[in-house]
């Protein structure tokens, strides 16, 4: 690569989308007048062949070694430029994107000068970014042809097999001493409107694996440990009689659910034998189906139970279960009554449709207020439940010989355990986090892990199939092409500088920083996420991030600050959900004050302290720390790490003369738009900028 520094700007118009609010030949102008800019160039698409083309051109025309692209959301479209400079013989790092469309024209249509500023302010940051990027690199890891799958229910097993009849080695675990998951306590499932017995559906596939020389299954096992990464796990498992260690390429998680059960007492749950909840009441039809229902000639089911309240929120079967055991005992018990008390129903499709046909079978539905549940008490051995009816306003009194409650769902017993040996990170409830809803719904952050079923959230027997299946599609890609390339965005250990303080590898998130017998730390970079975590604690500042260093990030806030400083707010925000967030108020074109300045990193862990101390000593006016929504982070506890830091940030402000209240924390989900734009309008009115 040459050692002049020669940048090329690549502004886009998006049809209208940018130039119907933005003055793009001034931007042009503009970024010719920027140091070391050699050629600035504006396109009507940019993302289109022909421009990409010709994007390619002026690379090679006018020796470029660095690119600047001016366009929509990196989130989107970066991979696309990535490739397109790699095919003018650049190395992909060497690009800057920047996203003028959600950051300016969509969200500042009504303020057409001062969003030409923002993007020019922007396109400068960009640039001072540029000029100090590094060349990266791609990291090539051999993949083999061995899978492991944690969980032997449905999904487990589904994808089990079809791992396996792809021709992967595959060993299936799971910690109970019989396979099935919660399929086999139950009485009968349903798929697509039609009742299955789930013995027969549970049998046919057992026999499928044990027919199938691709599976070995291990059964009555703990996971007590898991290392490595993606072509190099080990997996080590035990049970009663001894240990053993697996290796693997890759692994997908099936854990299942369970039910989470009401307190002792509550509902009589647990006081009276005839209180169960809607699993109990399968198995028990399931083990004793002749004898249990004898005596039974009026059902009580209550819906909701300790569900959508403030700490938990929609089980998303609980519906659906009422209704179909609520159907299967009217078929068992033709004579009887049966009724289920609801606040609401909830049910997919044409699944609505059922209750029309419940009532024609005389099944009585009663909804009760959010905030006033139905009482039950024993009365000389007879269950007494009373209920307001809210849509005739009335209490009512059902005696009852079988109440059966309808609970919300949580993740398998030991996830917490498994989570931190797998390094994901999972929700309130217990249940395992994709890397992304949309972009990777059956994907973890780290590569090479892959999650499935119930341990994702409650479904259905054919949702948890359909995952499945998604799951082993998923793991199989690295394990057919034999390799993966991961991400060069990682951190690099200057040594001579480290005084092996341990913070770095003590702190990582992944385990990706490991210490020789000198206590010397050293990156392995196959299982770096590139987070900056390590970074933005590091004391002796040896640590730095590849395409997110921190003089890379100064050279952006000073360009941001150098006019007007005052009027400013310089926002940090992670790549995923935050800027997820920034994104959807574009997307959306929710108005808000142009003063932010963003800046993108990868977590909100990699703000470092000096970061936000000389934004202030440059005279912005606020600072903006933004990441994902507790609980959940793309890299585990990183928005801990930077709740933390911010907190002692505010300290060292104060000490410095600086007022704390100036620091702004966000927590914000990838689709909440509207709370990233409330913030921006805040934090400008109580910083006294409007």
């Known amino acids: 690569m040459a050692?002049?520094?020669?940048?090329?700007?690549?502004?886009?118009?998006?049809?209208?989308?940018?130039?119907?609010?933005?003055?793009v030949p001034e931007l042009v102008e503009f970024s010719k007048t920027l140091p070391y800019v050699v050629v600035s160039d504006e396109g009507k698409w940019t993302c289109s062949v022909d421009y990409l083309s010709r994007m390619k051109d002026l690379i090679k025309e006018h020796s470029l070694n660095r690119v600047v692209v001016a366009a929509c959301t990196p989130r989107t479209h970066e991979p696309l430029f990535k490739r397109t400079v790699k095919e003018a013989g650049l190395n992909p790092y060497l690009l800057e994107f920047v996203s003028i469309r959600e950051q300016a024209s969509w969200v500042h249509m009504k303020q057409k000068e001062e969003a030409t500023k923002k993007a020019k302010d922007l396109i400068k940051m960009a640039v001072s970014k540029a000029a100090l990027l590094e060349e990266g690199e791609e990291i090539r890891l051999p993949v083999g042809k061995e899978s492991v799958v944690i969980g032997g229910g449905i999904s487990g097993i589904y994808s089990a097999l079809s791992l396996a009849n792809q021709g992967f080695q595959v060993t299936l675990i799971e910690r109970e001493k019989e396979l099935g998951g919660i399929l086999?306590?139950?009485?009968?499932?349903?798929?697509?409107?039609?009742?299955?017995?789930?013995?027969?559906?549970?049998?046919a596939k057992l026999n499928e694996i044990e027919s199938n020389s691709n599976i070995k299954v291990l059964t009555g096992y703990e996971i007590k440990e898991v290392d490595g990464y993606?072509?190099?796990?080990?997996?080590?498992?035990?049970?009663?009689?001894?240990s053993e260690e697996i290796k693997a390429s890759t692994i997908v998680v099936a854990t299942g659910m369970t039910e989470r059960k009401p307190q002792r007492g509550q509902f009589l749950y647990g006081e009276d034998r005839k209180v169960l909840t809607q699993l109990e009441l399968e198995q028990a039809l399931k083990e004793n189906s002749d004898g249990f229902l004898n005596d039974v000639k009026r059902v009580v089911i209550i819906n909701c139970i300790n569900s959508r309240n403030e700490e938990y929120g929609c089980c998303n079967m609980g519906c659906q279960i009422s209704l179909k055991n609520a159907a299967m005992l009217k078929e068992m018990i033709p004579d009887s009554e049966i009724f289920v008390l609801y606040r609401d129903l909830t049910l997919p499709g044409s699944e609505g449709k059922i209750i029309?046909?419940?009532?024609?079978?005389?099944?009585?539905?009663?909804?009760?207020?959010?905030d006033r549940y139905p009482i039950v008490r024993n009365d000389n051995g007879t269950l007494k439940i009373e209920v307001f009816d809210r849509i005739i306003s009335e209490a009512l009194n059902i005696d009852a010989d079988l109440l059966v409650l309808t609970c919300g769902f949580k993740g398998a017993d030991g996830i917490d355990e498994l989570k931190g040996m797998l390094k994901v990170s999972s929700n309130s409830e217990g249940f395992l986090q994709e890397a992304h809803v949309k972009l990777g719904p059956v994907d973890f952050p780290s590569d090479g892990i892959y999650l499935c079923g119930c341990s994702r959230s409650p479904k259905g027997i054919k949702e948890s199939v359909d995952e499945a299946m998604a799951a082993a599609m998923r793991a199989s890609i690295p394990m057919n092409q034999g390799y993966i390339e991961a991400e060069g965005i990682i951190a690099k250990i200057d040594l001579e500088r480290c005084n092996s303080c341990g913070l770095c590898w003590k702190r990582c998130p992944f385990s990706a920083i490991k210490v020789d017998e000198e206590k010397r730390p050293h990156v392995i970079e196959a299982l770096c996420k590139g987070c900056g975590l390590c970074a933005a604690d590091c004391p002796k500042r040896c640590i730095t991030i590849v395409h997110?260093?921190?003089?890379?990030?100064?050279?952006?806030?000073?360009?941001?600050?150098?006019?007007?400083?005052?009027?400013?707010?310089?926002?940090?925000?992670?790549?995923?959900?935050?800027?997820g967030g920034v994104d959807m108020a574009g997307v959306s074109r929710l108005q808000?004050?142009?003063?932010?300045?963003?800046?993108?990193?990868?977590?909100?862990?990699?703000?470092?302290?000096?970061?936000i101390e000389k934004a202030f000593e440059l005279g912005a006016a606020g600072v903006l720390v933004a990441g994902c929504e507790f609980p959940t982070c793309h890299y585990i506890s990183g928005n801990y790490a930077a709740e933390k830091r911010v907190n002692r940030a505010k300290k060292i402000l104060k000490k410095k003369g600086y007022d704390p209240e100036r620091l702004w924390l966000l927590w914000c989900s990838a689709a909440d738009g509207p709370k990233f734009a409330d913030t921006m309008q805040r934090m400008v009115k109580e910083l006294g900028l409007n």
Do not use: T
Not at 230 to 242: A, C, H, L
Not at 356 to 370: S, T, V
């Open 184 to 203: 086999k306590r139950l009485k009968s499932v349903k798929v697509d409107s039609k009742e299955l017995d789930p013995k027969e559906v549970l049998q």
């Open 592 to 611: 808000y004050p142009p003063n932010a300045r963003l800046i993108r990193v990868m977590c909100s862990a990699r703000v470092s302290i000096s970061m």
């Open 3 to 23: 050692d002049e520094i020669r940048i090329g700007v690549f502004i886009c118009d998006c049809g209208s989308n940018i130039r119907g609010v933005i003055d």
């Open 356 to 370: 029309y046909r419940l009532r024609e079978k005389g099944i009585k539905f009663i909804r009760f207020p959010d």
């Open 230 to 242: 993606i072509g190099n796990f080990r997996v080590k498992v035990e049970n009663g009689s001894g």
């Open 548 to 579: 997110f260093r921190e003089d890379q990030i100064i050279a952006q806030i000073e360009a941001a600050l150098e006019e007007e400083p005052q009027k400013k707010i310089i926002g940090f925000v992670c790549h995923w959900c935050a800027l």
